[in-house]
């Protein structure tokens, strides 16, 4: 059975635009096998029309198996997890939507927002305090690395930034459309 892995970076907000990418992947008959971070791995299959659909969720373990047997109930097979990003697909037509009504989209999104308000106090923490504790001196013979250290951690809190504004810019065109 032919593999193929792909690379490929989808941001916090843009759930939808993989959804049409894996079912696109799927009508050209590479099928969601698994998935990792930045990385998909699809066996090659007769052309298929899959419904993906992804849906964020920040579960217990003793809530895991209840979770997955409502989608399971409800015509969708359960086909990877990314931390709290479930994967899930439907060969059926006539499978009802996994999010049907704009309230719970943005739900949705303020889960993803809090989780990555979280995500961005470690940053903050180290660029404000931990990186202060290091003195410059003239015989600082590890300033080159923590100046790369620095600028990884301050880039890091800039996608995490980037990923918060577009969240909300989203939440804020789905709350006026209610």
């Known amino acids: 059975m032919q593999k193929k892995k792909i690379i490929k970076l989808f941001f916090a907000w843009q759930d939808e635009k993989e959804q049409a990418w894996l079912e696109q992947m799927a009508e050209h008959g590479w099928i969601l096998e698994d998935v990792g971070l930045l990385r998909y791995i699809f ?8 419904k993906y659909r992804l849906d964020y969720q920040e579960l217990k373990q003793s809530d895991l198996l209840e979770y997955l047997g409502l989608f399971s109930d409800a015509g969708w097979d359960f086909k990877g997890r990314l931390n709290n990003w479930f994967y899930f697909a439907s060969k059926g037509p006539e499978t009802r939507e996994i999010t049907t009504d704009t309230h719970s989209k943005i739900e949705k999104y303020k889960r993803i927002l809090r989780t990555l308000f979280i995500a961005s106090l470690p940053p903050i923490y180290y660029v404000v305090f931990y990186s202060r504790l290091f003195e410059r001196s003239s015989s ?3 300033c080159g690395i923590l100046d790369v250290l620095q600028f990884v951690v301050f880039f890091l809190w800039l996608v995490i930034m980037f990923n918060v504004v577009r969240l909300w810019v989203k ?8």
Do not use: F
């Not at 066996?43 to 899959?50: A, D, S, T, Y």
């Not at 939440?171 to 209610?178: V, Y």
């Open 140 to 142: 600082c013979s590890y």
């Open 43 to 50: 066996r090659k299959e007769e052309p298929q029309r899959i």
């Open 171 to 178: 939440i804020q065109k789905l709350e006026k459309k209610d």
